[in-house]
């Protein structure tokens, strides 16, 4: 059992006949921000659903605070928030009402007067709070699915391309509030193909292609992770 | 983990709300069980105290009528009504086809008439919404086009993998959306429990009624979680409508249908003219009862004469021709009877196949329960007709009776001689007030209940088989 909060050990995952990951190893430790970076169809996706219980490993293990996730889904997702890459919310619903909804779904019963501060921490304007999700934007949308992860105060946060739809402050609000949220001690797991805000935000970059990690960026004790290196290795396959 | 449940459904109805499409089916639905439920009521209420009034002025018509022969009360007749049972008013089943009138006469069995779809015109079909066939056809195809999308809709949009995330699982997710589907179910199906209950008010029996009511919840679960199962295997909302409609055709239009034709295959029954001939055929190898002197007779007159110790007919101090009409329409009712018991034969033996195919077509199963335990199934058809067939044979026969010993048989004889002649060779008017008010007794409750409880296993059956095979699909999303 490992010790670190994210752990994923030799994962494979096949669809049908296609290899999607092969042998993908890392970890993440509590207060840890990871970043996965890839292009398209490298397995970005693919390893967030396998830690979330949606897909299942081939072979390897994943694992989320020394729980292995394919024996005790339902443990883990008590501890995890899922921000997806185009946003799983209801367009009946208004956003205080999604929230609301998801929450009570998951057993944590916020008052509105919570919810709005959240909405307020996310920026998202207040003339759209009690409209339906139906006429939001893409970024509206990520801002209200953000909220509801921030509510949900869970340990270990999965932001798959979090920052997809968002306007350049909207970007930095969040990559703000995740950096925040890993001081107070929560484990991140990013997928992105965003190079500078992966670099900005991230403790560690592991580089993703075609379903294999070839490279691991460690940020330094200060500053952050070399841009100009992580985007050398990913746009030329170079890899210091 | 109910609370869960209870939140989803709640949403599920909130989403009903806001949709314009499920207001829409939601308010067709309600309004479609509450009109049909009003409507089929005042229309038989209506026709009950019409025919009640109807039963009234036949008897008065026929008392009221002056001294006559009493042969030509044999063929004046009579009419039969008889009132429709309280959840009839939900249910009409066969009554609305067979009808619920006979005009009794003698030396013929009748079948019953008046019924409401001979006299509908091709623009009332509306006639044919009772209760009973909004519940059992339109209510599941409503439901339909409320649900189809229930879990569907959820995989298209990619909220079914984010509640995952949020720990719920797939089978408490089908409970909520199953608790919602069934909500609405329930609310469709209102008025036909309150229209139930309400006819416990107008003499149903306690047990029946409820019956009734369980056999529709059960109904509507059996078509909640069909919906819920499609929706949950299908990949699209397109895929899950046009499944659930290919399913609603199948068990609502095509297996009843091959329900009746299997049935006509398996027990052929002859058609009402070949029967008529039969029949036709058989009684003139019997004798004309108007012809005392018919070869015929012949037997029954040395035997009569022997019984009486005399040598002549004349001398015998009953009526001979009033004893050979006894005597014939006795003979007449046995052949009679016994052709009719075989229709009844072959049409009870079609019918066990025909509800043989409600463990395949849960809407056969509901339609066979409902009307037994309404009381407008065949078994009551054909007991209305065997207590109908009862009245007439013994109206006739105390008319003949009548004719007996109400006149000799030389008045009978001679009565077209003259004026004087003919009013020797009546009774009494008073010899009318013979008929007494019919009173159909359907089959007792109990009866009923039992009878019933073949269509309700059936639905029960149907009801655990899809709920097991939702629970199963459930566990695989």
Redesign the interface.
Known sequence: MPDAVISASNLCVDVQTKKILKNVSFNANRGEVLALLGGNGAGKSTTIKTFLGLMKPTSGSVWLDGVDVQKAPDIVRQKVAYLPESVMLYGHLTAIENIQYFLSLSGKDKSETEIVAALQRVALQESAWRAALSGYSKGMRQKTAIALALLREAPILFLDEPTSGLDPVAIDEFNRLVSQLAAQGATILMVTHDVYGACHVANRIGLLRDGEIVGMFDAPEQGNIDSEAVHKAFTQGVVA | MSS?VF??AR?EW??WR??SLAQTVLIIALLLAAASVWVTHAAISHTTEQRQHMQSESITAFEEQPDRHPHRMVHYGHYLFRAPPPLGSLDPGIDSFTGNAIFLEGHRQNGATFADQKQSTGLTWVGRLTPAYVMQVLTPLLLIVLGFGVMTRERE???L?????????PLVLLAGKGVAMAGAGLLVLTPLIIGALLTVLKGAQVVPVLTFILSYLIYIVVWCALVLLISTLARSNSVSFSGLVAVWILLCLVVPRIASNTASVMVASPGKLETDFAVLKKLRQMGDGHNANDPAFKAFKDNLLAQYNVDSVEDLPINFRGVVAQKSEADLTEVLNEFAEQQMAQQQSQAVIARMFGWLSPMIAIQNASMKLAGTDLENYQRFMREAEAVRFEFVQSLNKLHAEGMSLEQDANKYKSAEARKAATVDAENWQMLEEFQFTPLPAGQRFSNSLTAVLQLLFTAGLVLAFTYIAGRRV
Do not use: E, H
Request: hydrophobic share 30%; aromatic share 10%.
């Open positions: 869960t939140t989803i949403d909130r989403y806001r949709s949009a990619g909220t993998d984010f509640l995952k995330v949020q720990g719920v699982s």
